[in-house]
């Protein structure tokens, strides 16, 4: 991978120099490939189609990848970006053409989840997009290959204190020993927003709701 830092030198270089410069003399390129809405060069004044002249100028092939469309509109990383923020994970499910996952190495929490009778594996999110907070029907990828169906909330768990985000997944007819093992949990379904309980019983009668409604989700 070659990253180019966007500073002065890159701004204010034009389309044309940037295709023979950097393309063709320093990386030695022999194709690009770009999506169709591509700009690049000083006051992005390049597009796809001044890619391809150019490019043919120094044997530089270049091909744009059209546009997907799905109800009539363009799929992004925004719009799907969108869809995980408002909890809507069927449609960026669609866009992506798989669920959307999250991969960490399970660390020690404060055992709550097992006292309660759901012990759960529980992942930081590190720098991934955050989906809306609150309780999903999952699949959990171990690092051995196997996939187990399950329940996680993600969120600040409002019932405790102090808060603190989490991903914790509970594994449907699981045991076994996960700490520091890297796992990855693949969101299936938008369950409900998480929300503080009046006490434990009220909140362990609700997890009971969410394992059943996973479970017949994930069927």
Avoid: C, W
């Avoid at 002065?8 to 003399?25: C, P, Q, R």
């Avoid at 594994?171 to 309980?197: C, M, Q, V």
Wanted: no cysteine; glycine share 12%; proline share 2%.
């Amino acid at each position: 991978m070659l990253v180019f830092e966007f500073g002065a030198a890159l701004a204010s270089m034009d389309a044309e120099e940037f295709v023979s410069n950097v393309l063709g003399k320093q990386i030695g390129a022999a194709g690009v490939v770009t999506g169709d809405d591509f700009s690049f060069g000083k006051g992005r004044r390049g597009d796809a189609a001044l890619l391809k002249e150019v490019g043919d100028t120094y044997a530089i092939a270049a091909e744009a990848v059209l546009q997907v469309e799905l109800n009539g509109e363009r799929i992004s990383s925004g719009r799907i970006r969108e869809e995980l923020i408002a909890g809507n994970i069927g449609e960026a499910t669609h866009m992506l053409s798989r669920d959307y996952a999250i991969e960490g190495v399970v660390q020690h929490g404060d055992g709550r989840g097992r006292d309660l009778g759901y012990p759960t594996a529980n992942i930081e999110m590190s720098d991934y997009q955050r989906p809306k907070y609150g309780i999903y029907a999952v699949r959990v990828t171990l690092d051995d290959g196997s996939e187990h169906p399950g329940v996680a909330s993600l969120g600040v768990r409002p019932m405790f204190d102090p808060a603190q985000e989490l991903l914790e997944a509970y594994l449907f007819d699981f045991d076994g020993d996960l700490y520091g093992r890297k796992i990855e949990i693949a969101l299936h379904a938008y369950l409900r927003e998480e929300r503080k309980f009046e006490g434990l019983e009220a909140l362990t009668a609700q997890m009971r709701e969410d394992e059943a409604a996973a479970r017949q989700l994930l069927a």
